[in-house]
């Protein structure tokens, strides 16, 4: 389901590589796919939350009948942040996607994905959420 970079991510919460003096380097010249393979090969791979992890991947799933790509590494990096808002609903934002199933499209960034989400999250909202900050 998921790929490896994608289990990085959800595993270490955003949190980057450990080491990144060599990582740094690395990331510019072969890519995440690479560097999540190195980080796990070489033990570098640190897992704070796991059951948090879980219940991350859990939610993405259910993004999954909406949004072909719900694995994407950027787009995964955006709802953990999403995830932490502490005005965000999963339930509502699963609700919104029933109702528009397929807006939810492929992003270039982090940013626009969040944009994104946050327009589909405030659909026909009175009172918008504003989940980007």
């Known amino acids: 389901m998921f790929g490896l970079a994608a289990c990085e991510v959800l595993l270490s919460q955003h949190s980057g590589f450990k080491n990144t003096k060599t990582r740094k380097d690395e990331r510019e010249s072969t890519g995440t796919k690479y560097i999540a393979i190195r980080t796990f090969e ?12 879980v219940e991350c991947a859990e939610k993405l799933i259910m993004i999954k009948p909406y949004y072909e790509n719900y694995n994407r590494v950027l787009f995964i990096r955006a709802m953990i942040g999403i995830f932490k808002h502490e005005n965000y609903s999963h339930s509502q934002f699963v609700s919104k996607l029933k109702t528009q199933p397929t807006a939810l499209q492929d992003c270039s960034n982090v940013e626009q994905y969040k944009i994104l989400i946050e327009d589909i999250y405030n659909y026909r909202s009175r009172n918008k959420v504003s989940l980007r900050y």
């Open 42 to 53: 070489d033990g570098d791979l640190k897992i704070p939350d796991y059951d948090y992890s």
